[in-house]
């Protein structure tokens, strides 16, 4: 799809879904980022997001999501702080 063209929401039958959006931000841009993309999960029938910065998500926002977008500068990897809330959920 071109840039700048705005697709009409999905709808459908679908089962609700939750997206966790974690994110690791130095700077506005990668949170404006992980903004957009929560705005574009709710262009889809059912799907909510929980949008929180890399310190404030836990475990149990984990288990309770159906899919996860990570938000993360990709200067060498993801961030440390990303690297390590990873590597504690077990």
């Known amino acids: 799809m071109p840039l700048g063209r705005r697709r009409k929401p999905l709808r459908s039958q679908a089962v609700p879904i939750r997206v966790l959006i974690p994110y690791d931000a130095y700077g506005q841009q990668i949170a404006r980022l992980a903004q957009a993309i929560g705005e574009g ?3 889809v029938e059912g799907a909510t997001t929980n949008l929180v910065h890399i310190k404030d998500a836990t475990r149990e ?3 309770e999501c159906d899919a996860l977008v990570l938000g993360s500068p990709n200067w060498s990897g993801t961030t440390g702080s990303m690297k390590i809330w990873l ?3 077990g």
Request: glycine share 0%; charged share 35%; proline share 0%.
């Open 41 to 43: 999960v709710f262009q």
């Open 61 to 63: 926002d984990l288990r």
């Open 87 to 89: 590597d504690s959920q």
